[in-house]
């Protein structure tokens, strides 16, 4: 079974800093391949959304709403992908999600909550 694993969630007061991380890791069988990574978000009531994503030659790609503040990377080496947040707002307050292909099929993580409050 493939996992990806969230970390680094929490409360942050607006224009506050976040990072998240998401590991990818599988029980049995080895990683052949991840390809696009990506982050999404779902706040309470909306769609989910993306946020950011980024290739496994990384190539990136954001939201409108995000570009300036986030920035993604990954670690190849590491199976890791990263989401750095800075200038946080009261409207980035959702559940974060981590979505990979990983050889040559989705997944999703558990989703993380981050919190923008004063």
């Known amino acids: 079974q493939v996992q990806l694993v969230e970390s680094g969630g929490g409360l942050v007061q607006p224009g506050g800093s976040l990072s998240l991380s998401c590991a990818a890791s599988?029980?049995?069988?080895?990683?052949?391949?991840?390809?696009?990574m990506g982050w999404y978000r779902q706040a309470p009531g909306k769609q989910r959304e993306m946020v950011a994503d980024?290739?496994?030659?990384?190539?990136?790609n954001y939201a409108d709403s995000v570009k300036g503040r986030f920035t993604i990377s990954r670690d190849n080496a590491k199976n890791t992908l990263y989401l750095q947040m800075s200038g946080l707002k009261v409207e980035d307050t959702a559940v974060y999600y981590c979505?990979?292909?990983?050889?040559?099929?989705?997944?999703w993580g558990q989703g993380t909550q981050v919190t923008v409050s004063s």
């Open positions: 979505n990979a292909i990983i050889n040559w099929r989705e997944y």
């Open positions: 599988r029980s049995s069988r080895s990683i052949l391949s991840i390809g696009r």
């Open positions: 980024i290739t496994s030659s990384g190539s990136t």
